[in-house]
């Protein structure tokens, strides 16, 4: 399918082609249509899909063939369409897709964020705005000083509404629904659509058309997984020696903590390795600073936070290295998300110490399937991978158990829960995923 074959407007299709985009993704062709026709949409797709373009271009045309009240041509503050996201960076990605794909149609967009003044914000809102980007609580920050109004909104986006979830924003979010008009259009995009997701989008979404186009937290396909063993104290050393030994340029590196994020950028700073941390604790000028720089390829490491995970559009990413595994293995697969995306192929490399074991087991299970693993010479590790078997997630055993294959989970050759293994090439998908010059050693289970 072409763009063209959508109903898309000229000015669409010229900017779209701007873009060198000739065929829509699937999330773009499955849900393109229902939103021109008016429908509420319920779209199951991960960041990388480019969901983004899905819900902005059909907007944009919807937007550009209906004519604005006549309060709004004279530049009131009063957006058509409303898109809620969770984090600051996605509502400037979100908003920079506005601008990209509504290049040609003088429709007029403002994000609205935390973290920076609210003064510039309130002007940009009187000159007059058609689609408003906000995360919830700076919007609802502005309806309580009466510097927006909600009343003419047609179309509400909730995009990576499970985030927004994790984020802690629904009260945030009924409070906003509460002042929109009841006769509206309403679409939600979610990662996962988890218990409460779906709630909300019960009471939120009326008659939804069904789009989704990945598998319940399924990691982009094409993102080659790999581990490398190592104990925590060396984790560091080991992440240089990658640095200067694959001459890594552009690479996403997460950690647990701000505090880590900041101690681990400064480290590879003084190695020479060009970095900034990215979390929450950043200014938003900070922020916005540290990612261009790496998408210009001024920095070669960014070490984010889990915060950052979401909302990072870097065109064709080729690494992200998790230099602590997160808690939540959901967590795993939107860093992940960060590579690999619409098409492209990436490495998601995380450096394991022997108590992150069973994390790494908990994202095993999540991706149903085994993350080849290998210890580099030079910096092998002292402690334990052995996951105990008490805190397997098994129930205790009296006799040994037969050879298991959980949820279709790749366990070639029958149980052998952290035994000695040949190495095996490709293992669990994750060919070619693997720096040079390390060896397999002992498989995680
Ligand atoms: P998203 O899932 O919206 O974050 O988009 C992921 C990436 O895919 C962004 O960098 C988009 O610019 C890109 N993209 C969106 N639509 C297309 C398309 N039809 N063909 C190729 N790339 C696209």
Redesign the pocket.
């Known amino acids: 399918m072409q763009f063209s074959e959508l109903g898309l407007s000229a000015e669409l299709l010229r900017a779209i082609g701007e873009?060198g985009?000739s065929?829509?993704?699937p999330v773009?062709a499955q849900s393109i249509p229902h939103i021109l026709a008016g429908r509420d949409l319920e779209a199951l797709a991960q960041?990388?899909?480019?969901?983004?373009?899905a819900f902005v271009l059909p907007l944009l045309q919807r937007l550009s063939t209906t004519t604005p009240s006549p309060l709004q041509k004279v530049g009131h503050s009063a957006p058509r369409v409303l898109v809620l996201v969770p984090t600051r960076e996605l509502a400037a990605?979100v908003l920079a897709?506005v601008r990209t794909y509504g290049a040609h149609t003088g429709l007029r967009a403002l994000a609205v964020f935390g973290g920076v003044g609210i003064n510039p914000q309130i002007q940009s809102l009187r000159r007059g705005i058609d689609i408003l980007v906000a995360t919830p609580g700076r919007l609802l920050d502005h309806l309580n000083q009466r510097t927006v109004d909600l009343s003419k909104v047609q179309t509400l986006v909730l995009d990576e509404a499970d985030r927004m979830f994790d984020m802690g924003f629904i009260r945030d979010i009924r409070r906003i629904i509460e002042r929109l008009p009841k006769q509206r259009q309403n679409l939600m995009f979610s990662a996962t659509f988890a218990a409460e997701v779906r709630e909300l989008a019960h009471a939120v979404l009326q008659d939804p058309a069904l789009v989704e186009v990945a598998r319940r937290n399924t990691p982009a396909e094409l993102v080659g997984h790999s581990v490398i063993k190592v104990d925590k104290e060396r984790k560091r050393d080991l992440l240089l020696h990658l640095f200067a030994a694959h001459g890594w340029h552009q690479v996403l590196v997460f950690c647990r903590t701000k505090h880590g994020a900041d101690a681990l950028a400064r480290k590879l700073e003084q190695a020479g390795v060009r970095s900034a941390a990215l979390h929450g604790n950043k200014s938003q000028n900070a922020r916005t600073r540290a990612l261009a720089d790496f998408k210009d390829g001024k920095l070669a490491a960014l070490v984010a936070t889990d915060i950052a995970a979401r909302g990072l559009?870097i065109?064709a990413l080729p690494r992200v290295v998790n230099f602590e595994l997160p808690n939540v293995p959901e967590d795993y697969v939107h860093r992940i998300g960060r590579t690999g995306?619409?098409?492209a192929s990436g490495e998601a490399l995380s450096l394991v110490s022997s108590d992150e074991r069973i994390q790494l087991r908990d994202i095993e299970r999540l991706l149903k399937r085994e993350i080849a693993s290998s210890i580099l010479p030079g910096f092998e590790p002292q402690h334990t991978h052995e996951v105990p078997r008490a805190s397997a997630g098994r129930p205790p055993a009296h006799k040994p158990a037969p050879a298991r294959n959980r949820g279709g989970s790749a366990r070639p050759g029958g149980s052998r829960p952290g035994g000695p293994r040949p190495a095996r090439a490709g293992a669990g998908g994750s060919g070619g995923g693997k720096p040079a010059g390390h060896h397999s050693g002992q498989r995680h289970r």
């Not at 960041?47 to 373009?53: C, L, Y």
Request: glycine share 16%; net charge neutral.
């Open positions: 873009q985009y065929t829509p993704t773009q960041t990388g899909t480019g969901k983004t373009a990605q897709s559009d065109d995306r619409a098409g």
